[in-house]
């Protein structure tokens, strides 16, 4: 992996002539998480598929640049609020999928051992249709890393899962991330205050950043200060617009 | 197990419907034979009907083969390319209001007596339901898929070819189910218009000599054939589905 660059989006978006969000000033730390956090609509998937450089349907006006000046495309990974595996291939065939994609061979031992280590040695040669919501998203998880990008955009990856799974994801997904330039967009707020080193809060006024506890992430989910910063948070959320 | 045997079930009844008709309303063997008529028909005749059997099995294979490779070769182009689209796919829809039977005497002036009219006429008629099954199916990609696959880096071909074809196969199979219950119809159109050889031919030819008994064992050939490559054609499709999914 190359060095994780720190990212900067600057501008504001719009359908034709209905604004979508006003101007905002996104600064993602290098190596670090970034929590974007709002609620449905307000933008938060159109500030990371912008970043991603995928197709919006809106009249972006501003600019996204990485910290090291060069260009993000290529250098990022994409994981869905859906798993988005393909049906037709096993574990395996998924996780190397990016590989086949751009017509390199599967470095399959790599990826059986990546498939190993997030615990899904048993199903590697399963297709999806026979794993659970979990272990899915494990999958595109193990896929993710795989890619091996030194920035990583997670649009709502966890939110599909209950409450003890997605925990087992976060705790896994922080582990496994760690030092790559992170963008997490929520709208739960327990996990932008578990998960954010900054939390960046997005309503239709536009974005404001909220300071986590001094607690590095990823934090205890019934630690005290965090606990109080998810409630901040909520409280933001429900401010109306 | 429970398929074969509701199926000779349903046989059975609907021979026996047919022995009763012709014997209770005592219907003459020119309109109607009996079903024992029929097979000894089709015994005494077996080699001859056999040998136009043959070609129209010929001109059905070859017909959906090309049919369907140029249908799914036209689906491609089409999701592939935008002017493609834009100039191809409102022609593609209007030859559609045109009935194709009424090309067949076109074809046969064109093509003579042979198999090839009628090959190109059982084309005609699958054509249109292969690329429009399988387009409609290569359009409805998940676009998630395709967000995944585009920040991967894969190039437009590899999108295609990895991801947009497997997740359109069951939109193509159900096409080719499709094409597999036309492709028989074309064939036999084709060979009423005039044909020296095929099932259609010599059940006109049957007809005009008042041989109701031979016309009636062609046909039942016929349904046998159609239904056969029914069956082949879905199991193959399953077979293909199966691996994909």
Redesign the interface.
Known sequence: MTPAPGITLVGGASFGAAPLFPPVHLEIDAGSWSCLLGPSGCGKTTIL?LI????TGVDFDGQVRASDGRPIA?R???M?Q?D?L???LDVLGNVT??A????QVPETEAATELVARLGLAAHAHK?P?QLSGGQRQRVALARTLM?DRPIV?LDEPFSALDARTRAEMQDLAAETLEGRTVLLVTHDPGEAARLGDRVFLMGAKGMVEAVPPALPAIRPAADPETLAFQGRLLAALREPA | MAGPVRGLAAGAVFVLLWQALVTLADIPPFILPGPVRVVEALWSNLGLIGWHAGITLTEVLAGLALGAGLGAATAIVLAVSPAARYLVRPALVATQSLPVFALAPILTLWMGYGIWSKVVMTVLIIYFPVASAFFDGLMRT?P??L?????????PA??LW??QV??AIPSLASGLRLAAVYAPIGAVIGEWVGASGGLGYLMLLANGRVKTDLMFAALLVLAALALLLHRGVGWACDRLEA???
């Open positions: 598929r991603a450089g995928l197709e290529g990022v990974a994409y869905a859906t988005l393909l049906p037709w999928l990016g086949r994609l751009r017509g297709r249709g890619e955009l | 998940p998630g898929w967000d995944l696959g585009r920040t991967m880096g894969a190039t590899r999108l990895r991801i497997p997740a691996r994909l999914d």
